[in-house]
């Protein structure tokens, strides 16, 4: 991906900042460990402490917030994701922002996405901060944000903010807790450097893996996945599939048992009056999508399967499955403008009816695999 690239159309700064970080993450954070350098309680809990406010400002200030307005935050929850967001060293609210609605609005799109993944993984990883392959598009989809002073200041002095909260501060700390400028190299290289190595890359994964592995249970019209795994690692925003389908709930992980800490910190600040307005799509709408994209799976499944050439065995055992699921993708058709009329009557839906739409799918999926699982049959030469 990165052949006939200008060599002019390489961002040196920026490629400089993210190889000299990564660099001194994997060498000097280890020597200055196994050298004996100081650490502590302190150090490390300075550690996780930034981890968390620099990970959380981005995915629900920088993303949630301010990208997608998925709900209104008082001025601390606002003053704090604006510092500690710049410490992550993801530039300011205003570009992040824009870059973001252009990644929502044109997904998939070679030339409009900025972090499409169609031009691979690592470009959408981090080569699209790396190489700039034509001028940058006027950031014109923001006005929103540019009338709010706070994130107008932060986008003018960025840098410097980004400089000492990120880095300076955390050097500050550490010397003056240890009396000692070994401590403050040490708070720079593990509380700076590594703990920014840390939260980029989750925030690069979100573009990259968060394309490019798990499922679609929402739909398949856009290249975007849900992953548990990644859900781990971004403090929720593994559940991509789901945000791409509804951008502007405030919840990535909308299922109860999915692991969504960010969605928990809104929800928690919303019952101390921190956080209002939270957006939230309906279960009906929620359900709707996924019966759509259950019965495109189910209807592409058939179809491969009639197309293979199995052996009469599996044939046999084949044809059991797909009577189950005629009958399952039947039920679900029925369901399906059953659903559809009562969303248009704007009835609300009981909990257990739902419950059984959302098994039904279930069950269908399962029928669907099951299918699917015969192409490891030895098939007929
Ligand atoms: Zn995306
Ligand atoms: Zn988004």
Redesign the pocket.
Known sequence: MFKNIPFQRVEWITSGFLIGTLFLALTAVPAYLLLGGITGGFMWALFFFYLFATGISITLGYHRLFSHLAFQAKWPVKAFVTFFGAAAWENSIINWSSDHRN??KY?DHEDDDPYSITRGFWWAHMGWLMFKLKPEPPIDNVKDLEKDPLVAWQHKYIHWIALFMGFVLPALLCGLYYGSWQAALGGFLIVGVLRTVIVQHATFC??SA??YFGSQPYSSKHS?RDSWVMALLTFGEGY?NY??EFQHDYRNGVKPWQFDPTKWTIWTLSKIGMTSNLRRVSDAKILLAELSEARQRIDQGLEYCRSEQFTEAARLRLQASIDALHRAQEDLATRYYQVQKTVTDRVELSKARVNVWRRDIEDALSHLDEILRFDLVPRAV
Request: proline residues 0%.
């Open positions: 990644h929502h997904v979100i573009n968060c394309h975007s991509h945000h791409h």
